[in-house]
């Protein structure tokens, strides 16, 4: 069987599953995407999921499922999602096998 294009961490499945049910309109999960943006040139985006959109394929991974757009299928293949939570922020972060880069603020990357 092959390799899912992305896994969560426990943590990330918990906080989505939280997410959803907190959400006031119905959710099917959570939706993952890249685009071009910030000083490495690639953003992650993540948002909610209320529809399953022509070609996405879909990870189902504890019990979440993750909607993965088309176009970031390349850029997120062998990547883990984590959820991270400390004093001063908190949110979901991307260890990505596929970076080369990494900007210092930590919001975009290279492939």
């Known amino acids: 069987m092959p390799q899912p294009i992305l896994k969560l ?3 990330a499945a918990a906080r989505v599953k939280e997410l959803i049910a907190q959400s006031a309109e119905p959710v099917l999960g959570l939706r993952v995407g890249v685009k071009k943006g910030g000083c490495s040139g690639l953003k992650y985006e993540v948002q909610y999921a209320k529809e399953r959109r022509k ?3 879909v ?3 504890k019990g979440v499922r993750v909607f993965v757009e088309p176009t ?6 062998g990547c883990e999602l984590d959820y991270r939570r400390d004093t001063f922020e908190s949110g979901f972060v991307f260890s ?4 080369k880069d990494r900007c210092g603020c930590g919001e975009s990357f290279r492939v």
């Not at 990505?96 to 970076?99: F, I, R």
């Open 59 to 61: 990870v189902e991974d």
């Open 96 to 99: 990505n096998p596929n970076e």
């Open 72 to 77: 970031a299928i390349m850029f997120l293949l």
């Open 55 to 57: 070609f996405e394929e």
């Open 9 to 11: 961490t426990d943590s």
